[in-house]
């Protein structure tokens, strides 16, 4: 390896926000470097749920979801079920006019 072309290693002592301390290797020329997560304290390794609703997106979301199990869903078969019967229940007019008729019809309405 060529020489003085690599940053000195150093152990530097890491602070949580939590609290929690501990010692690590770093490149950096500082003696402590302050961090927001650490295990002691991160959601994966607790176990625990935090969540940081900052533009409140996750009320938006339980909200939306709260609103589509009130709606009712019917699914497409059914809608197309419905469609069917609401075609054969349309009654047909018992005469059938043609355009000449209906014509003649308005003219004389005039």
């Not at 000195?8 to 927001?36: A, P």
């Not at 650490?38 to 339980?62: A, R």
Request: charged share 30%; aromatic share 6%; net charge positive.
């Amino acid at each position: 390896m060529k020489k003085s072309i690599h940053p000195k290693y150093n152990t530097v002592k890491v602070v949580c926000s939590c609290g929690n301390t501990f010692e690590t290797g770093s490149t950096l020329d500082t003696d402590t470097i302050t961090v927001e997560l650490c295990s002691k304290c991160h959601p994966f390794y607790t176990g625990e749920q935090k969540i940081v609703d900052t533009d409140n997106l996750v009320k938006k979301y339980e909200a939306k979801v709260k609103k589509a199990k009130v709606m009712s869903f019917r699914s497409k078969k059914a809608k197309m079920e419905a469609r069917k019967s609401k075609k054969q229940n349309i009654t047909q007019p018992s005469s059938t006019l043609t355009l000449k008729d209906m014509l003649a019809n308005a003219n004389i309405s005039k």
